[in-house]
Each structure stands twice: as C-alpha cells, then as structure tokens.
C-alpha cells in the first residue's frame, strides 16, 4: 500500500528545508497497546505537531468500520507507515527527533511489543533517550495537551478497559484511589448495547438512545461501602437484564430507551459522585476527565454541572485526545523527559503495569 | 471412524446445581483445587450469567491478590496467582482468524491456567483438550453449571468432582 518502505525518510518531501525554531524539542512518540496504532510528533511536550492513528487511515478502505489491530502483525504492518505519515504531517524528518516515547503497558502483551520494539530501535539509531510509558498517565496527561494542570488534581478515567480514579498529588504523583472491581464504564456501556440488541461496540447508541428518551425505568446505584471509591457495574448490567426478562415474561415490549435512560442515570450518578467526593476530599483544585467514555454527552453534561457548582475547574480533552493516541504519550513521557528519567534500552512492553510506581 | 470432531471420545455433558453465587464460588473453588499449568476452562453463558464472577472465585482461590475484572476490552489479563499464573480472557469481540493471530497457544500451553471467557467463539481452536463449562440462569442467583470435558483429564476432572450426569439438555453440541 504504501510505495516505499525505506525507514530513511525522504528529503524530497521537504522542498524548503524549513529549520526549527531552536527553542523546540521534539518527541516522536508510539502507542499500541491494544487496536490501535498510533504515531505522534509533539514539540515541548504541548504542541501536538501530529497524531496519526491507525483507524482513521484505515476509513478509507473497504472495511466499513473500525478494523480492530488486536492482532501484533496488523500492528507491525501499520507500524512504519504510521511512524513515516507522522514525520510528514509533523513536517519534520527523523534526525530532528530528539527523543521517543512509547507506551510500555498496560496492555495486550503482543501489541506492546510491537509498539516497543520500534521504539526502542528508533532510539538507538538516532542515538536519543528512550522514555517508557505508562497508558493511563498518557489518558491523564491528554489533558496537559488543553490546558495547565492545577494540583492536586482529581482524574477520572472512563474507557473501554478502565474505570478509575487518579490522585495527582503534583506533577507526575499518581495515587490509584478507586478503581473498577469488574466492568470498565465503556464495557458496561457495550454489554448494555448487546443486550439491547445494537451491535458491538454499542456504548455510543445507549449514549443517543438515552439522550431522547422521554422516560426512565429507576434503576438501582452502586455506591459500595461508604469510604470506596471503587467501582462495580455487573450489579447494574444484571439488573438491566432483568428489567429486560420481566417485559418479555409479561409479553411486553421493553422500553429500551427508558432502559437506556435508567442505566445511563445510574453510571453517570456513581461515577460523578465518586469523582466530586474524591476531589474534595483530598482538596483538588482541578478535575481532569479522559479516556475513550469521556465523549459520552451525559457523562460530559453532569460533571461540567457538578464542577460548577462547586466551582472546581474541569478539563477534558477534545475525543481525539480522549481515545488511544500516541499524543497523550508524549504529554505523559515530557514530564520525565524534563527529569531526564529515561528508560533503558533493555526496556521490556509490561501487560500488567503499576501507574503508582511510573511516577516521577 | 478415525476422523471425529473434537467432541468425541468423551461426549458425557455433567451438571452441579448451584442455588446461590456461594454455591457457584464454591464449584470455582473446587475446580482451582485441580488446576495445574497447562489446564483449560472454556466457559460460557448469556450476558450477566456470571462469567466473570466465576473467574475471580477462581482466581481467588489460586491465590491471586487484589482485583480481577473484566478482560472484554483488553482480551487477556495475565495476573500471578500464589500457586500458578492465571490468564483470564475474552473472546466476545474477536473473529476466529483475529483469536488465531493473537498467538492463544502460547497461553494454552504456558506456565499457568487459562479461563476463556465466551470460548465457544473459538472453539476449533482452543487446545485439543480442555474443560468446557456453561453457566445457564435459572433464577437471580441460581445456576445450573454444565461441565463437559474434552480428554481424559478433564473427565477424570468431572468424575472426581462427583458431578451428576446430564441428560444432555441445555448443552448445545457445536
């Protein structure tokens, strides 16, 4: 598909040798730690110069749809294409990078290592510092690519595979204060979606259908104990489907918007409420929502409310920052960038992967 | 016949009546009891069955600290349990050729023990043997648990388990 292959990229692109400003620095960084490929080129740490992602490129093949890349040799076909479209769009060339970021877990293990091995062969034939990590910090730091972070700072992360709540006691401290005991918001969202009949992944229909809905069927909040921040939606899955079993016991249609409705309330209510508890609990001057479910319009709605009232700033990201991008792993590795924490070159991809323990 | 499917050789489909998730925590439990490196849980059930409440039952009782949630988004979750490694997966959202590149044997045939969530989605190919249990609902905490063993370990499984035998019914035969 794409013409050439060579790894040395072409000058030829490039018709006015445009120089940098001198006061740049420029991190390449790769994300692939589950369907998606993703290569950015971000200048300081801020400024998003490019932020390819596989899917997108791939919307113009007949696919229809997002083409999962679950699978280590879909991302190793994409892999130097992605990382060549990056530089061009990021108008810049290889031997002006000057260092790489890549996500080193958590994740499905054969996708990292693709990601990973890439990395680390960029970082030692340009001869720069390699900085390993972590895929939850990229979803927080998404939100240093919008604005400047005020701590401590609260993070909610809601995506497909997560459902937690950060500490951010300053720059680069992480605490995991809650975290999700069975099905992440997003996987929640999706089982709702098949139960309901839409196809997978259905999170952004019950989004839609709740929106118009007219009614609501009440269903139950799972609060947990009282000190928890956690998070447990199985409770709330099954409940719809019982809802759903009852109106065919009694040869009834089910509402499924008023349904859509009562499990949207009862996500948006617990996952909120846990937020702005934690906030002030530890004193946060800043709420930063990310990950994929930040797109969700109710879930958006509700915490901008909640955060005004009590005037607590909020951030969020624009979607493209929201679901996986190599962007946001660029915003997370210049925090150690500034350090001069870099990884080694025995870097290993990790599947399981403590946040805690990146910190700076 | 030389040839047979998969299924054959020991088609005896076996059942525990599980009346509370207790009752279902304990049946994990007594499974994890014969679990060794290399065993393979192929489990299904509808939506909300409690797939993934058994897999944490049965992870807990390999001794794997903290939490166990869902594997839907990510496919495979590794953790380390006290006695073996466990590999929780779900298959819900692949296609069986992208469950074939993703490189499964090497879980299969790894250190620790393999739960596949929605395994009948991959069915031709999990390992040759392996131990296929179904969850169906038969009330809100009620469970009806069919267990039908593919080799003669998993069936020695079953008989020492002292699972009744099933008529059959409930348990599909793809």
């Known amino acids: ?360 | 016949m030389m040839q047979g499917k998969q299924t054959d050789g020991d088609s005896t489909i076996y059942v525990r009546v599980a009346g509370t998730v207790e009752d279902t925590v304990a049946f994990a439990e007594e499974l994890a009891r014969l679990a060794g490196p290399g065993s393979v849980l192929a489990l299904d059930g509808d939506l909300g069955a409690g797939k993934t409440r058994f897999a944490q039952a049965f992870a807990a009782a390999i001794g794997v600290k903290g939490i166990v949630n869902s594997p839907t988004y990510t496919i495979i979750k590794e953790y380390e349990g006290d006695k073996l490694p466990f590999y929780h997966m779900d298959v819900y959202r692949l296609s069986l050729e992208e469950a074939d590149e993703l490189g499964l044997d090497e879980y299969f045939h790894g250190q620790g023990v393999t739960l596949v969530e929605w395994a009948s989605l991959i069915e031709p190919i999990l390992p040759p043997e392996r131990l296929h249990i179904r969850l169906e609902t038969t009330g809100a905490e009620s469970r009806r648990i069919y267990c039908r063993p593919v080799g003669s370990e998993y069936a020695g499984w079953c008989e020492r388990l002292k699972l009744d035998k099933s008529d059959g019914e409930g348990e599909s035969t793809t």
């Open chain 1, 1 to 360: 598909m794409s013409e050439t292959t060579n790894t040395a990229a072409s000058p030829s692109d490039h018709i006015e040798n445009q120089e940098l400003p001198d006061s740049g620095y420029l991190l390449l960084a790769i994300e692939t730690s589950c369907d998606e490929t993703s290569v950015a080129v971000v200048r300081n740490g801020r400024e998003v110069l490019s932020n390819i992602i596989s899917s997108q490129i791939d919307t113009h093949r007949q696919f229809g749809g997002v083409v999962p890349e679950i699978a280590s040799r879909k991302h190793v076909e994409s892999m130097t294409l992605i990382i060549e479209e990056a530089l061009r769009e990021a108008q810049v060339e290889l031997p002006d990078i000057d260092g790489i970021a890549v996500t080193q877990g958590p994740g499905l293990i054969g996708a990292l290592l693709v990601g990973v091995v890439a990395a680390k062969s960029l970082a030692m034939a340009l001869d720069v510092p390699l900085i390993g990590t972590h895929h939850i910090a990229g979803h927080i730091y998404a939100n240093h690519l919008v604005g400047d972070i005020l701590y401590p700072a609260i993070a909610l992360v809601v995506s497909g595979g997560h459902t937690e709540i950060v500490l951010l006691e300053s720059e680069g401290k992480f605490r995991m204060i809650g975290r999700t005991r069975d099905d992440a918001v997003g996987e929640a969202y999706d089982k709702v979606a098949r139960a309901l009949r839409f196809p997978y992944p259905g999170g952004p229909y019950v989004d839609r259908l709740a929106q118009e809905a007219t009614e609501e069927v009440v269903l139950p909040r799972s609060w947990l104990e009282p000190d928890s921040y956690d998070f447990s939606f199985s409770g709330l899955k099954s409940a719809v489907l019982a809802e759903i079993n009852r109106s065919r016991m009694k040869g009834e249609t089910p509402e499924f918007s008023a349904l859509a409705r009562g499990f949207q309330q009862s996500v948006i209510d617990v996952v909120t409420g846990k937020a702005i508890k934690a906030a002030k609990e530890f004193g946060a001057r800043q709420m930063l929502l990310c990950g994929g479910v930040a797109a969700n319009k109710g879930l958006r709605t509700k915490l901008t409310e909640l955060c005004a009232e009590v005037g607590l700033p909020l951030l969020i990201p624009p979607n493209k920052l929201c679901t996986d991008n190599a962007a946001m792993i660029a915003a997370a590795a210049d925090m150690k960038w500034r350090r001069k924490q870099f990884s080694s070159l025995d870097l290993k991809a990790e599947a399981v992967m403590s946040l805690e323990e990146w910190s700076v």
